[in-house]
């Protein structure tokens, strides 16, 4: 369902009337995870400035070690719900099991399936059953066509307002986190019909590497990419090296916008 062969044109999806897939690159910003109200609100406020309306930030948050911080949960969604009410904004987080997906669809105007359930199928065929838009993440050793069989399980219950995200696959490079796999992008584009965005946050897992990552995703032609931001990521809860501050956030825009390739 999802290919191209079947239907030429492209998807457009919509969160709350921002488009994902028109024709022009848009932006997912937030931070990693939900740690309080005021912390969401900053980041939210920077994004409003700008004219970003894309909220995204983990509640439940799949950390590899059980003694990581793992997410406020509902509490989360409920922060997310209020700061987007407050500013006028999308939510998009993170569910990681079926029994989440009708509470969690309360607050989140886009459900994200993370990297690490890219093949959970029980969770895929939920988000399928919903009737909001989802976001799925490449797995973390996933291949290109092990990730459009898994965007056909959501698409196949009948939800077709769904985004592909890459987020880095793991290779033998140990200079990132993960090697952004830039080519998978016009893969995807090319074979399937889906809008395709890219994180910069996860695929380097450098803060240093955010722009140039950013800038590679837009000229290729990826729909959106998503990049953290955290108030104050030395003290934040978990991907301290990663996320960007709210000033680097605004060089990270103005950066962009003075290459030409932002508007
Ligand atoms: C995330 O986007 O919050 C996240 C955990 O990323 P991934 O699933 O790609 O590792
Ligand atoms: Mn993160």
Redesign the pocket.
């Given at each position: 369902l999802v290919s191209r062969k079947r239907q030429p044109e492209d998807t457009m999806v919509e969160i709350k009337g921002e488009k994902i897939g028109d024709g022009e690159q848009r932006f997912v910003f937030g931070p990693?995870a939900v740690e309080s109200y005021e912390q969401v609100f900053e980041v939210a406020k920077a994004m409003r400035a700008r004219g970003e309306r894309l909220l995204?930030g983990?509640a439940f948050?799949?950390r590899t070690s059980p003694y990581d911080f793992q997410g406020l949960g509902v509490d989360g969604l409920k922060i997310l719900k209020r700061v987007a009410d407050e500013l006028d904004m999308a939510v998009i987080s993170?569910i990681v099991t079926p029994a989440h997906m009708e509470i969690a669809c309360e607050y989140v105007d886009m459900i994200?399936i993370?990297?690490?359930n890219m093949q959970n199928f029980a969770l895929l065929k939920e988000a399928g059953a919903m009737k909001k838009p989802v976001l799925l993440?490449r797995g973390?050793a996933a291949t290109i066509e092990e990730f459009i069989h898994a965007a056909e399980y959501i698409v196949t219950q009948g939800n077709e307002q769904l985004v592909l995200?890459e987020?880095g696959i793991r290779t033998y490079e140990k200079a990132t986190r993960n090697t952004l796999d830039i080519s998978a992008v016009s893969i995807l584009k090319q074979e399937t019909h889906l809008p395709v965005m890219v994180?910069v946050?996860?695929s380097g897992g450098r803060r240093d590497l955010v722009l140039p990552l950013a800038k590679a995703a837009l000229a290729i032609g990826a729909d959106a990419v998503?990049v953290?931001v955290h108030p104050d990521p030395a003290v934040a809860l978990s991907d301290a090296a990663q996320q960007l501050d709210i000033a680097q956030f605004h060089q990270f825009l103005d950066a962009l916008i003075a290459s030409g390739l932002y508007r």
């Amino acid at each position: 369902l999802v290919s191209r062969k079947r239907q030429p044109e492209d998807t457009m999806v919509e969160i709350k009337g921002e488009k994902i897939g028109d024709g022009e690159q848009r932006f997912v910003f937030g931070p990693c995870a939900v740690e309080s109200y005021e912390q969401v609100f900053e980041v939210a406020k920077a994004m409003r400035a700008r004219g970003e309306r894309l909220l995204r930030g983990g509640a439940f948050k799949p950390r590899t070690s059980p003694y990581d911080f793992q997410g406020l949960g509902v509490d989360g969604l409920k922060i997310l719900k209020r700061v987007a009410d407050e500013l006028d904004m999308a939510v998009i987080s993170e569910i990681v099991t079926p029994a989440h997906m009708e509470i969690a669809c309360e607050y989140v105007d886009m459900i994200q399936i993370g990297a690490r359930n890219m093949q959970n199928f029980a969770l895929l065929k939920e988000a399928g059953a919903m009737k909001k838009p989802v976001l799925l993440k490449r797995g973390l050793a996933a291949t290109i066509e092990e990730f459009i069989h898994a965007a056909e399980y959501i698409v196949t219950q009948g939800n077709e307002q769904l985004v592909l995200c890459e987020r880095g696959i793991r290779t033998y490079e140990k200079a990132t986190r993960n090697t952004l796999d830039i080519s998978a992008v016009s893969i995807l584009k090319q074979e399937t019909h889906l809008p395709v965005m890219v994180d910069v946050t996860h695929s380097g897992g450098r803060r240093d590497l955010v722009l140039p990552l950013a800038k590679a995703a837009l000229a290729i032609g990826a729909d959106a990419v998503m990049v953290e931001v955290h108030p104050d990521p030395a003290v934040a809860l978990s991907d301290a090296a990663q996320q960007l501050d709210i000033a680097q956030f605004h060089q990270f825009l103005d950066a962009l916008i003075a290459s030409g390739l932002y508007r």
